[in-house]
């Protein structure tokens, strides 16, 4: 039995919370007391949007280290992205990350199902199949599901799991050669990716899983009109979420004159105008959900020039620290709605019931314990991550995940506060 003692459960007022057999349950006086004063109490973040690269090539990450990463960002559940080598679209490939995630045993890794077969954007995967084993968010993620007729017929029967298709909102006949936000392409000689080929399909999507009744969720929102879609489509009732990631919400499109390819990422990073769009619409709860869009990439595919470079940034370990500097510090959100969006809806939006609980009496013991007076640097090769590209090199956060629990076992302990 361990005691947590003082600690400021959602930023509410200091409390003990006892644990035993991965529960959280009544103190009864008898436990080991760990001081945690001075630290605010989480439940476990739940990232709706992860690519741990596993199966794959492990250059850039494997479930392993990913789950490290994990980890230490704070999070006790991680979905992984279907975008893998091979692509996850099979039952047989979800199983095997999700067991694989298990044997590591610092996160549960909760397998996202590819909506057609290899991700090629023609064919349907096995949805059933893969739904039969417990798969119920799905995505092409990394492309976009274009086709109307193929995404019609993925609704129809991701809709009748009662699952969610998660899509990378990208009109591909608008992005091609896209390298950068079309506000700053012109001046940077480079080919743009116009914002309207991400809300046209939000657009789209959201009359589509109205029609067919089957939920929709927009991965990583990068516009301000994208976001006004959003608010219209949840305005008629239609099934849809919305997410967006930290870079999204702390960078703009002018970091893209530095030239350096860990500013590149699809979506594009946007204005000053959308990212303020976008976090105004994570405070309103017209944006659901944080999610990281953990991408990593071997370094040889960063260190590179721009249009080269493959796109993406890590996410994991910074995610609670981006969010806590955006909107904590600056009191647009309390830990309590940094909670909800980044537990408790990514919880709900995958149908995750054992993550995502207040932490109450008889839920299970998976916490995450943020000093929010604790200034530490980022530095690529001092993360989990085989990969480095984080688009945060030399940044100063003011707060910072000191210890993780997943059901009551440590996974992370920066200071040994439970050795
Ligand atoms: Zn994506």
Redesign the pocket.
């Known amino acids: 039995m361990t005691l947590l003692a003082g600690l400021d459960v959602l930023g509410l007022g200091a409390r003990d919370v006892a644990i035993r057999d991965g529960l959280v349950v009544e103190p009864d006086g008898t436990e080991r007391r760990v001081d945690c004063s001075g630290l605010i109490g989480l439940p476990a973040l739940v990232d709706p949007?992860t690519h741990l690269r596993d199966p794959g090539p492990g250059t850039a990450e494997t479930i392993e280290t990913g789950s490290l990463a994990a980890a230490r960002g704070g999070y006790g559940a991680v979905c992984a992205?279907p975008n893998t080598v091979p692509v996850a679209d099979t039952a047989e490939i979800c199983e095997y990350e999700r067991r694989r995630g298990e044997e590591v045993g610092l996160v549960d890794v909760v397998p996202i199902g590819a909506v057609t077969r290899g991700e090629l954007g023609e064919r349907l995967a096995d949805i059933a199949g893969m739904g039969a084993v417990g798969v119920r968010m799905f995505s092409d993620?990394?492309r976009c599901v274009a086709r109307s007729d193929v995404m019609r017929d993925a609704l129809t029967e991701i809709g009748r799991l009662g699952g969610v298709l998660a899509q990378?909102s990208?009109d591909p006949l608008l992005t091609v050669g896209g390298q950068v936000d079309a506000g700053v392409a012109e001046s940077l000689g480079m080919p743009g990716w116009p914002g309207m080929a991400e809300s046209v399909i939000v657009a789209r999507d959201a009359i589509m899983a109205a029609e067919l009744g089957c939920r929709v969720h927009a991965?990583?929102v990068s516009t301000a009109a994208t976001v006004a879609v959003v608010r219209w489509a949840k305005a008629q009732g239609y099934p849809i979420t919305a997410e967006a990631t930290p870079h999204h919400l702390m960078l703009d499109h002018s970091t893209a004159h530095t030239g350096d390819p860990a500013y590149k990422v699809?979506?594009p990073l946007r204005s000053v105008a959308d990212v303020e769009a976008i976090r105004a619409a994570l405070v309103d709860g017209t944006i659901d959900v944080v999610g990281t869009?953990h991408a990593p990439h071997a370094p040889e595919t960063k260190r590179t020039d721009w249009c080269e470079a493959s796109m993406g940034m890590l996410g994991l370990e910074t995610a609670l620290a981006v969010v806590a500097e955006l909107f904590v510090v600056t009191g647009r959100l309390a830990w309590a709605d940094v909670a909800d969006r980044m537990s408790y809806a990514p919880a709900r939006l995958v149908g995750i019931t054992g993550h995502g609980r207040p932490i109450e009496v008889g839920a299970p013991a998976s916490l995450c314990l943020v000093d929010p007076r604790r200034t530490w640097r980022t530095h690529g090769r001092d993360l989990a991550s085989i990969a480095e590209n984080t688009p945060y090199e030399g940044m100063e956060f003011s707060t910072r995940v000191v210890a993780t629990l997943l059901r009551g076992r440590v996974t992370y302990d920066l200071d040994s506060r439970f050795a």
């Open positions: 949007h992205m993620d990394g990378h990208q991965c990583h699809n979506p869009d």
